[in-house]
């Protein structure tokens, strides 16, 4: 078991290090595409399914909150909180609506829109990104497995370099506290 452990931790670690040498321009676009939104009213819609549902909360809780710096709460709605509209859509109009229609409520122009998923190909964050454009949002991916679909149509694709879903997944928090840290940095200091 402790080989396993040593292995999964050394994983991890080799992950990180292909995304410091490979991903530091995409984050910094990424910290900048916030900025710019922030800057001029607009805000930070983020959704995911499974763990990435609870990293599009953790995200958008570091926002409207704070992550280090004492300053004003910023503008994040995470689509992934709600459970009485999360089973009125999916009831009513089916899952692969849950984020596009809480996009058609609360999306404006110059919004920055994050789908997060680590194998770029799930169906509700993909038309929610794809209705983010049609109004004129900027769309983000945080993704995995070399991108999939979400990668083709986002304007950002943030694609952490492994096939191992908990990898990445601890590459896209990872990505997310840098985010926040800069940004911050960034506008309040
Ligand atoms: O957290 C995990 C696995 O680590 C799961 O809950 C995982 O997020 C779920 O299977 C998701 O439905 C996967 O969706 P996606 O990342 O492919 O978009
Ligand atoms: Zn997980």
């Not at 110059?110 to 169906?123: A, E």
């Amino acid at each position: 078991m402790k080989a396993e452990i040593v292995s999964q931790l050394t994983e991890n670690q080799q992950v990180m290090s292909e995304m410091a040498l490979s991903m530091a321009d995409q984050i910094e676009h990424f910290v900048e595409l916030l900025c710019e939104a922030f800057s001029n009213g607009k805000k930070l819609l983020v959704m995911g399914n499974g763990g990435s549902a609870a990293d599009a909360q953790h995200f958008a809780a570091e926002i409207v909150g704070r992550f280090k710096l004492e300053r004003r709460g910023l503008p994040a709605i995470a689509f992934t909180t709600d459970t009485s509209i999360l089973t009125a859509i999916g009831n009513d109009y089916g899952f692969d609506r849950i984020f596009t229609r809480q996009l058609e409520a609360h999306g404006q122009p110059g919004d920055v829109v994050v789908g997060i998923s680590t194998s770029g190909t799930s169906k509700n964050v993909l038309a929610a990104l794809e209705a983010a454009k049609e109004q004129g949002c900027r769309t983000v991916g945080l993704l995995g497995r070399g991108g999939g679909t979400i990668a083709s149509i986002a304007d950002l694709a943030l694609v952490v370099p492994s096939d191992n879903t908990p990898r990445i997944q601890e590459g896209h928090i990872t990505i997310i506290h840098i985010v926040c840290d800069l940004l911050e940095k960034r506008l309040f200091s």
